[in-house]
Structure formats: C-alpha cells, structure tokens
C-alpha cells in the first residue's frame, strides 16, 4: 500500500521554514505510512493466535453466557407481542361471537315466519278441501238431466251440425 504524504511550502509568504517543523512534518507522515503498511500484518498475526489457541473452549462458557443474555432479552419482546396476539385474537373471538348469534336468532326467526306460512297454508288447503268436498256432495245428489248432444261444441262439430252451409 502505498501513501503519499505532501508537504505544501509557502511560496508568497517571505518566512523561513525552520528545519524542526519539517521534521515534525516528516515524522508524522512516517508513522502514518508505517501505521498503514503494518496493520494488515498486525491483523494478520492476531488471527494466527487466535486459531493457534482456542477462543472459547470445549464448555463454551463464553458462548452460553451470550446466548443466555440474548435469550433474557428476547423473551420480553415475545411475551409483549403473545399479549397484543392474543388480545386481537379475543377481539375477533367475541366479535364472531356476537355475529354467530344474531345469525342463530335470524335463523331462529326464519323457522318461525316458516312454520307460520305452513300453518296459514295447511289451513288454506282444509278450506279448499272442503268446498271442493261440498261441491262433489251438491254434483252428486242433482238429479241428472238429459244430455242434448247439441250442448257440447265438440260434438256438434263431429256430427257437422255446427258446419257452416255450403253454397
């Protein structure tokens, strides 16, 4: 990696640089470039350390201790969202509740009206009965009268009387 560190000189300004600043200024551009070119080495070692030698050995304290704290802050954050579940869920249950019973009493109601219109039509029906009873009872004790076969159009037809005359 390479840097580049500028040392900018005053050109209008008639001063002197002293040689001690442009060693301050030199010695910083140094250990920046040396900061730089050695932290990828840096780095480098401390991951070699660390797969030489166990981070966290075999009981895996340190990893239970962390998911034990993540769990311990979990377990608020479920429980909070279970109760607003669980209220909304107790909303929809009573109003379903409510709409099954309204629903129950219309049908109810339904059965009713239907029962009503079975009985006005069982009563309709005897009524009916009856009179066409009354009138069989009347057609049957009338004393027969002779058929004229000229009272029935059909016949008359058939036997040409109803024909018109032919010129």
């Known amino acids: 990696m390479a840097t580049s560190c ?30 730089r070119s050695t932290l990828p080495t840096r780095s480098r070692r401390r991951s070699a350390l660390l797969l030489r030698r166990a981070f966290d050995p075999y009981p895996y304290i340190l990893l239970n201790l962390v998911l034990s ?17 669980e209220a909304r869920d107790r909303l929809r249950a009573e109003h379903d509740y409510k709409v099954n019973l309204k629903a129950e009493l219309e049908v109810r109601q339904l059965h009713w009206k239907l029962d009503q219109l079975l009985q006005h039509q069982w009563q309709r029906l005897l009524e009916i009965q009856k009179i066409q009873t009354d009138l069989m009872e009347e057609l049957a004790h ?26």
Request: charged fraction near 20%; aromatic fraction near 0%; hydrophobic fraction near 35%.
């Open 6 to 35: 500028t040392v900018r000189l005053p050109t209008s300004s008639p001063e002197i640089i002293r040689p001690g600043r442009i060693r301050t200024i030199c010695a910083g551009c140094a250990s920046t470039a040396t900061a």
């Open 69 to 85: 704290c993540l769990a311990a802050l979990q377990a608020p954050i479920i429980m909070m969202s279970q109760n607003r579940q």
């Open 142 to 167: 009338r004393p027969a009268r002779p058929v004229d076969r000229h009272d029935d159009p059909a016949q008359a037809r058939r036997d040409g009387a109803g024909a018109p005359p032919s010129a």
